[in-house]
Nanobody, 114 residues
Framework: QVQLVESGGGLVQAGGSLRLSCAAS????????MGWYRQAPGKQREWVGT??????YYADSIKGRFTISKDNAKNTMYLQMNNLKAEDTAVYYC?????????WGQGTQVTVSA
């Protein structure tokens, strides 16, 4: 059983930055993929970005503003969010694929004020 715990959300003004963390209970090097999703009020969950052994992949809506990184020693993945916009307001979820299952964190709220 894999547990994922997000942190780092909060309230920020437009143009500001936040860094989200996702701490995993196991070694993230054993995951087939790990990434971030978000869900805004009244909308479906949206893919933000993923890293696999093949590289990093990002949604067009955040490309150039958000960066995923990881610290294998801490079993932690990060999402650095810069130049935040009001439309980035959402609950952000960490996701990991540890075959054959997929796991989700509980989410962390990010609110960007205009």
């Amino acid at each position: 059983q894999v547990q994922l715990v997000e942190s780092g959300g909060g309230l920020v003004q437009a143009g500001g930055s936040l860094r989200l963390s996702c701490a995993a209970s196991g070694s993230i090097t054993s995951f087939a993929a790990m990434g971030w999703y978000r869900q805004a009020p009244g909308k479906q969950r949206e893919w933000v970005g993923t890293f696999t052994n093949g590289g990093m992949y990002y949604a067009d809506s955040i490309k150039g503003r958000f960066t995923i990184s990881k610290d294998n020693a801490k079993n932690t993945m990060y999402l650095q969010m810069n130049n935040l916009k009001a439309e980035d307001t959402a609950v952000y979820y960490c996701h990991a694929r540890f075959l054959p299952r997929a796991y989700w964190g509980q989410g962390t709220q990010v609110t960007v004020s205009a």
